[in-house]
T-cell receptor, first 110, second 114 residues
Framework: QKEVEQNSGPLSVPEGAIASLNCTYS??????FFWYRQYSGKSPELIMS????GDKEDGRFTAQLNKASQYVSLLIRDSQPSDSATYLC??????????FGTGTLLAVQP | DAGVIQSPRHEVTEMGQEVTLRCKPISGHDYLFWYRQTMMRGLELLIYFNNNVPIDDSGMPEDRFSAKMPNASFSTLKIQPSEPRDSAVYFC????????????FGPGTRLLVL
């Protein structure tokens, strides 16, 4: 069973802090990884993608990938209350399918 | 572009009834995905199409579920007969080409089976 695992949270951080969201995956054939943000009652929206080992930065977001450890993370700097949402990690491979984790609920406290 | 369109947005039905969910993908997208999301199981892929052809339906839970894509701009997911455990949010997503980064989700259909 190919899985993507996330801690369901909630992860609570104060406004302005760094939020660190983590994800592990079991399929070594996974080549691409994605972080989706999902507000309550809304659909998932893509915020970051990463394909190579290392870090990828986009504004306040940094995605990190370590294929040897089968580990993906998302850092959100200067967290804002508007960042409060569920963050879904997804892995993709040659099958055209994305395998999603169950998501981590992030709560940024004002 | 209007994005992925799904209807209805909410559906309440009784056990045993037939339910049909509809999806219009983004124009020009050649991949269409149907997902189901529940608190317990998260977001699960049910089936996906490429150029209107079903490619992988291994996620379809039972024979009660069926999906069709008669043309590039329309797809349906049907549940017959429906059961309370089918209650979930059903998302349709579409994508252009093999680049998984271009997958866009519709607003979802919230289904409640009583």
């Amino acid at each position: 069973q190919k899985e993507v695992e996330q801690n369901s949270g909630p992860l609570s951080v104060p406004e302005g802090a760094i939020a660190s969201l983590n994800c592990t995956y079991s399929d070594r054939g996974s080549q691409s990884f994605f972080w989706y943000r999902q507000y309550s009652g809304k659909s998932p929206e893509l915020i970051m993608s990463i394909y190579s080992n290392g870090d990828k930065e986009d504004g306040r977001f940094t995605a990190q990938l370590n294929k040897a450890s089968q580990y993906v993370s998302l850092l959100i700097r200067d967290s804002q209350p508007s960042d409060s949402a569920t963050y879904l990690c997804a892995g993709g491979g040659a099958t055209n399918k994305l395998i999603f984790g169950t998501g981590t609920l992030l709560a940024v406290q004002p | 572009d209007a994005g992925v369109i799904q209807s209805p947005r909410h559906e309440v039905t009784e056990m045993g009834q037939e339910v049909t969910l509809r999806c219009k993908p983004i124009s020009g997208h050649d991949y269409l995905f149907w997902y189901r999301q529940t608190m317990m199981r998260g977001l699960e892929l049910l089936i996906y199409f490429n150029n209107n052809v079903p490619i992988d339906d291994s996620g379809m839970p039972e024979d009660r579920f069926s999906a069709k894509m008669p043309n590039a701009s329309f797809s349906t997911l049907k549940i017959q007969p429906s059961e309370p455990r089918d209650s979930a949010v059903y998302f349709c997503a579409s994508r252009m080409g093999r680049n998984q980064e271009t997958q866009y989700f519709g607003p979802g259909t919230r289904l409640l089976v009583l």
